[in-house]
């Protein structure tokens, strides 16, 4: 979908601040997606079994905001079981690329296309809303998502229970190092936290209906209270955020070699023919990706051998 007529508003933000602060800041939501049939256990149990299983990570809600990779506990039970059962399994889960299925992918675009139209844009494209993309959590009561950071922009919606949401500024880096960036984007998301930050970071209470706007790169960590939590990603990628991903995962292929480079940015000549080159390839490869073993045989040589980490006996 990339043009409507009429659209009532899905997502809200008071002061003007998805004219004001979108897309530099982060800012409180608010939605009318809580109650969606399409984000209650049953049909999101339902989705965990239809779609291929490197699209689905779950692991114990008992961990440390500043969570080693390799001690993360794991939840023995299979992906459904974990959905059906989230109120005692004591587990975290996502659901990845959810637009996968036609259902899901129209309720991410009907909810972007309310925000484009809200900020003057008639439709997804015009507003920069490419390459959409949705990601479902579920988690167990008083669960802990690590200190991480993301490689897209970010409506996140909260649809069942109580959360807390805590960003930290991305242009801060005694919070987050350039090399910290890179590794969390191609290795494993999970980043070092240390108390001393705390008070940089912005808390968001989320209830039903509430949400926020997580910027491109900005840090988070996030815990549930007493309930389960259902919640949902709605994000995008802009051309830019396309280029600065690329680079990223090209400079840590080059690292991998012992070939160390520059944050993107600091050397733009250097930056456009690295880019050139990367997409070159990664287009050449593109078709090989519609396969699940191949896309793990991939990420394994492009990322090393713990790119699949969310795949048990990978």
Known sequence: MNTLTA?????????????????????AIRHKLAGHPLLTLPRIAQLA??????????????????????????????????????????????LKRIENSPEYRALLEDTLL????????????DAGFEQVEGFLFVSSPNSTTPFHLDSEDNFFVHIHGE??????????????SDDEIERSMTKHRN????????????EFHLFAGDGCYVPYQWPHWVRTAGSFSISMAITWKTRE???????????SMLRGI???????????????????FYRTVTTAIKPLRASMAMRRVLRRIALGKRANYYLKGA
Request: hydrophobic content about 45%; cysteine-free.
């Open 7 to 27: 659209l009532a508003p899905v997502i809200t933000a008071d002061r003007d601040a998805l004219r004001r602060d979108f897309p530099l800041k982060p800012f």
């Open 49 to 94: 079994s239809e779609l291929p299983r490197d699209l689905i990570e779950y692991n114990s809600g008992k961990v440390a905001i500043s969570q080693d990779p390799d001690a993360i506990p794991s939840v023995d039970l299979d992906p459904v079981e974990v959905v059906k059962s989230i109120e005692t399994a004591g587990a975290w889960m996502v």
């Open 114 to 125: 309310s925000v484009a139209r809200a900020r003057g844009f008639n439709s997804l494209a």
């Open 163 to 176: 959360k807390f949401f805590t960003i930290f500024d991305n242009a801060d880096r005694s919070i987050v």
């Open 191 to 202: 980043l070092k936290y240390d108390e001393s930050i705390a008070p940089l970071g912005k």
């Open 241 to 251: 955020v396309r280029r600065m991903n690329d680079l990223h995962f090209f400079n």
């Open 258 to 276: 012992g070939l160390p480079q520059q944050p993107p940015g600091k050397q733009p000549v250097l930056d456009a023919l690295k880019l050139a």
